[in-house]
């Protein structure tokens, strides 16, 4: 079986020789290489191509890492799909496990496992899983997936199944919960990846307002629902969501604090009308045994 890795990367010299040479010294052979450039201006394509010619280099205009992804997935012949972030280096035997786990249990559309926060003093941290989390709604309020470790079952992306190229910063998140809605996930506590913190982080450089954090998963509900009854009664609270947003960003103090907190339930009802509606929430998020 082949797994395709995909690294999309933009202006990653610093990074992405390191994290292509994790990936080809995994223990599990039979792999594609596939790093999306994303319109970089540095010498990032040309280190790969010189340094790494056994790798296959797509270079595209600057479009987001969800097109990124997008594009490798197109141009991927595995029936796995490893995700990598190019500043992040994986374990030797990340592949190796994670496959194990996919062909062991059929119904499980993909897996991710804990990671190593790596610091810019080579100091690491384990990030731990939340062990509560068990579910696609305990998905829909936080995302504890970590894109560098998944690994997703190709057989699972049909039907409109991709990244989703309108939520910035997002996509990856809207795209478990749509996996979620098709099968299992399996966490596997083993940490698989290091996972770089520094100052050129996506996750530290995108909005981080906390209302912003709220519309973005109500969107994420919306393109969520397939059902027309589910959409219909989502449209009665979207009005009074995108009110509640802009208010909150207009007032401070008691006053925004007191929008918020009207929004923030309007997100657990909104909740609520998915745990009744959509059965898909039945599908299960499996821990691993421990190493």
Known sequence: MT???????????????????????????NIEVIVINDGSTDYTAELITKYFPSVILLNQRASG????????????????????????VADPKRLEIQLEYLKENPNAVFCFSDRFNLYSDGS???????????TILDLLRYNFVTRSTVMIRRSCLTSGIYFDEE?????????WLKLLCRGDAIYI????????????NISKTRPKRLVHHCWVKLRMLEKLCEEESIRDILRSRWM???????????????LGEWIFSKLIRLEEEVFRIIDRANKSHTQKIFRAKDF
């Open 167 to 175: 939520i910035t910063g997002n996509d990856d998140w809207l795209m």
């Open 240 to 254: 009074s969501a995108w009110v509640m947003y802009k208010l909150s960003t207009v007032f401070y103090g008691k």
């Open 124 to 134: 690491k941290l384990t990030r731990v899983f939340p062990r509560e989390m068990k």
């Open 3 to 29: 797994v395709s890795v995909l690294i999309p990367v933009r202006n990653g010299e610093g990074f992405i020789c390191e994290a292509l040479r994790s990936i080809l010294a995994q223990t599990y052979r």
């Open 65 to 88: 890492q969800a097109a990124a992804l997008n594009s490798g997935i197109l141009h991927s012949t595995g029936e796995f799909i490893a995700l990598l972030d190019s500043d992040d």
């Open 189 to 200: 506590t083993k940490p698989l990846v290091n996972y770089r913190i520094h100052d050129k």
